[in-house]
């Protein structure tokens, strides 16, 4: 396993963060999230019910998303690499 980098530690841990949020908002059955457009669209074409479970399964998956992050679990085209090395010339120009 490669050393976890300082960014995904930020960023997992974000994505726990607004997962949790979210899904303790959908939970309560807050009307913060019956501004959204999202939420009232969903609201209005299949009812209350229906929204907060669109916004409950979005706070499972950023909380799915964010854990793999930081278990530094990515795709194999997504893997990091390493910083070029500058080089040094012999001969420096004016």
């Known amino acids: 396993m490669a050393p976890i980098i300082q960014a995904d ?5 974000l ?3 607004l997962g949790v949020v979210l899904a303790g908002l959908s939970i309560r059955s807050q009307d913060a999230l019956s501004q959204l457009t999202l939420v009232k669209r ?3 074409r299949f ?3 229906a929204a907060r479970a669109v916004i409950t399964v979005l706070a499972v998956l950023l909380c799915i ?3 793999l992050i930081l278990r530094d ?3 194999s085209f997504a893997v990091p690499q390493p910083a070029p090395r500058a080089v040094k010339t012999a001969n420096p120009s004016p």
């Open 9 to 13: 530690t930020f960023v997992g841990s």
């Open 15 to 17: 994505a726990i963060g």
């Open 42 to 44: 969903i609201q209005q």
């Open 47 to 49: 009812g209350r019910g």
């Open 65 to 67: 998303t964010g854990v």
């Open 73 to 75: 679990i990515r795709p």
